[in-house]
Nanobody
């Protein structure tokens, strides 16, 4: 069982920056691919970025060059640094932990609101 707690959301002006953090509890953190997803108002949840236990990253085209994802396997944290924020980045951001070995499991955090507005 993994529990995820996000923090760092808030209101920011266009062009500004925010850093989201997710802390995981439980064991075998390095077996999990950690990810950030978001759900804009009235839309479906979508992938933002993922990072494997070994540090391989993947980003949605809409955030490439603006967002970075990092993890600390000792502290069991995953961060999303968001720069050059746009109004269309407004969404509830969710942290996700997923693995396929030794069993297929996935867990979600409760979400944190990010609002980009002047």
């Amino acid at each position: 069982q993994v529990q995820l707690v996000e923090s760092g959301g808030g209101l920011v002006q266009p062009g500004g920056s925010l850093r989201l953090s997710c802390v995981a509890s439980g064991t075998s953190f390095t077996l999990y691919t950690m990810g950030w997803y978001r759900q804009p108002p009235g839309k479906e949840r979508e992938l933002v970025a993922t990072i494997t236990g070994g540090g391989t990253t993947n980003f949605a085209d809409s955030v490439k060059g603006r967002f970075t994802i990092s993890r600390d396997n000792v502290k069991k944290t995953v961060d999303l640094q968001m720069n050059s924020l746009k109004p269309e980045d407004t969404a509830v951001y969710y942290c996700k932990a997923a693995r396929t070995w030794p069993s297929r499991n996935s867990y979600w955090g409760q979400g944190t609101q990010v609002t980009v507005s002047s």
